[in-house]
């Protein structure tokens, strides 16, 4: 069975710090998909990324960045010089591969993040 | 804004009643999938829908059911209400099963269970 752990459930930092959020990722599928959502205080599930489990590359999206290594399962999510806005939960999920139930997402507990003028 | 429509957004109703939440996929989404949020289980899969079908279940209660109508819009039926079945649920769509595309979710419907 496929599981999530975001072990830090609340991180709090002043503005412009950088912050890492750790996800550590449990599956025996060789294929599958790797996601970041954001859940604003408005409530709603916002995509930032997927990232297939051959890819190992990692990605920079502005101030955010993520670094994906197979070998210790790890998917982590950086947010560089942390603003207000970003003051959210972030869920890391988990989608294996052609199974029948196609996006079927297995997420983690969530991280909060407090971000403090 | 996800285009994913759920309604409504907000509904109290108490315990032993029955509700019916409504999720309006993105133009051209063929997939629906529910997800209940919940302080004590988190973000979980319910139930996914293709073109009409039920295609996958998760830890759906034999109290919920849900169907997908030939307009492709979804209901999630929640009967004999407990107050635990108080969360949030959410909708989301994408276009084909496959998991090489993202789910796009609604904004929830918070339902209260008093």
């Known amino acids: 069975a496929q599981k999530v752990t975001q072990a830090q459930t609340e991180i709090s930092v002043v503005e412009k710090e950088d912050v890492t959020l750790d996800c550590v990722y449990e599956?025996?599928?060789?294929?599958?998909?790797l996601f970041w959502y954001k859940q604003p205080p408005s409530g709603e599930l916002v995509f930032l990324i997927r990232?297939?489990?051959?890819?190992?590359q990692n990605e920079i999206s502005g101030r955010y960045s993520w670094n994906f290594q197979k070998s210790t399962s790890s998917f982590n999510f950086t947010i560089t010089a942390s603003q207000v806005v970003d003051s959210a939960v972030y869920f890391c999920a988990l989608s294996e591969a052609y199974n029948n139930a196609g996006n079927m997402l297995t997420f983690g507990g969530g991280t909060r993040l407090m971000v403090k003028p | 804004d996800s285009g994913v429509t759920q309604t409504p957004k907000h509904l109290i109703t108490a315990t032993g009643q029955r509700v019916t939440l409504r999720c309006s996929p993105r133009s051209g989404d063929l997939s629906v999938y529910w997800y209940q949020q919940s302080l004590d289980q988190g973000l979980q899969f319910l139930i996914h829908y293709y073109n009409g079908e039920e295609r996958a279940k998760g830890n759906i209660l034999e109290r919920f059911s849900a169907q997908q109508f030939p307009d492709l819009h979804s209901e999630l039926n929640l009967s004999s209400l407990e107050l635990g079945d108080s969360a949030l649920y959410f909708c989301a769509s994408s276009v084909v099963p496959g998991t090489n595309t993202e789910a796009f979710f609604g904004q929830g419907t918070r339902l209260t269970v008093v």
């Open positions: 990232r297939n489990s051959f890819d190992e």
């Open positions: 599956t025996r599928d060789t294929t599958y998909y």
